[in-house]
């Protein structure tokens, strides 16, 4: 038993969680400049897994502005002082450039000695701020759709009914065919209205492999497209179960697989292909709720590309790039991952559109 003012030592085990609970990526660096200790924001940042990057010299890892950020390192822990620039720009392994923040900071640990690196990147705090925004943006939308469905479908109501009782009092029958439109317009507006408010039942949560609603919606999209469309899968086996709705995910990952489908249509200088690849990313940040564990789906195609004026209100209600198009089917999509607690995302650029859905994998969730 511990006296009442006797502090508490956290195990090993405790303070290990803790560290892989930081949004911060962390790296402890030796004197010989090899990575000792990586947290798991560290193995999301750097696109590599903890056995790969352990033992490894830090110059393999990433460069700033070109130059090895080794050399850096060593001379940091030859004075022995802290140093911290704000965004960097560090390229990793991959090719990929990141910007961040970063901190670094020498340790002595008996005749060891150690360089504590901490990365925050920017990249992501802009995005967690930009998707903050479109989910309130989304909200307001279906805030006033809500309204402006519930005073279009009153006298849509009155209107039908006034119809149908026109058409039994009317003596020559071959006028019933103009109540029959009224009545039929009427219907149509409402059915319209209805598919503006997306999904309105809550969804019903049950275990579900992720790949095995990914493999209906392909199989649904290769009958559609007649086999004209090469499908292409790279997914990650380990991810777990999540928690949702298998019937609104396959509508939701089926509307935005049809509109890559329906946007391969435009081009014919190569082969259409669509590419769906999963990871599973940890301690990740979805507007102001971040998770243990989330489900990354990706949905690739190599199409012509939306046009930028229309790439940042693809997901609000009748917005289409497409003569034809309703611009229901990417809203319905977003409203169904919203459900979940999930959120979808697009970029694109000719010959290449990318449209991102997340799902968090555990039920529960830490707000910021």
């Known amino acids: 038993m511990h006296a009442p003012n006797e502090p508490t030592h956290l195990s090993a085990t405790l303070e ?53 950020l080794a050399s850096i390192a060593g001379a940091l822990l030859a004075e022995g002082n802290p140093f911290t620039k704000r965004q960097a720009t560090l390229t990793l392994p991959s ?4 910007s961040v923040d970063y901190t670094a900071t020498p340790v002595q640990e008996g005749a060891e000695h150690y360089l504590l690196l901490e990365l925050q990147p920017m990249d ?8 903050a925004s479109i989910m309130s943006s989304q909200q307001n939308s279906r805030a006033l ?19 149908q009782l026109l058409a039994k009092e ?31 039942k809550l969804p019903q949560q049950k275990p579900l492999n992720i790949h095995e609603v990914l493999e209906r919606v392909i199989g649904l999209v290769e009958a559609e497209s007649a086999g004209r469309i090469c499908f292409e899968r790279d997914y990650d086996p380990s991810i777990p179960d999540l928690r949702g709705d298998k019937s609104k995910l396959i509508q939701a ?3 935005v697989m049809r509109n890559a489908m329906q946007a391969l249509t435009e081009t014919s200088d190569r082969t259409p292909t669509i590419l769906i690849s999963t990871r599973v990313l940890r301690q990740f940040t979805l507007g102001d709720q971040r998770h243990r564990l989330v489900c990354c789906i990706n949905i690739v195609d190599n199409g012509p590309g939306i046009p930028s004026e229309l790439l940042q209100s693809i997901f609000f209600p009748m917005v289409s790039g497409r003569a034809d198009g309703t611009g229901l089917g990417l809203s319905i999509a977003q409203s169904i991952l919203n459900q979940h607690k999930g959120l979808i995302e697009c970029s694109s650029e000719p010959g290449e559109t990318r449209f991102t859905l997340y799902l968090p994998v555990e039920s529960s969730h830490e707000p910021l």
Request: hydrophobic share 40%.
């Open 16 to 68: 290990q969680r803790l560290l892989d609970y930081l949004t911060t990526a962390v790296l402890v660096v030796d004197s010989n400049l090899l990575i000792r200790y990586v947290n798991s924001s560290a193995e999301m940042l750097l696109e590599l897994s903890s056995p790969r990057l352990l033992g490894t010299p830090v110059h393999q890892l990433f460069l700033e502005s070109g130059k090895p």
């Open 95 to 98: 090719g990929n450039s990141i």
């Open 124 to 131: 992501r705090l802009l995005k967690i701020s930009r998707e």
């Open 145 to 163: 759709i809500r309204g402006l469905a519930h005073e279009i479908k009153n006298p849509l109501g009155g209107l039908r009914g006034a119809a």
């Open 170 to 200: 009317l003596p020559d029958p071959a006028l019933q065919d103009y109540t029959d439109i009224i009545i039929a317009e009427a219907d149509r507006l409402r059915n319209l209205v209805d598919r503006l408010l997306g999904p309105h």
């Open 253 to 255: 990952a089926l509307n």
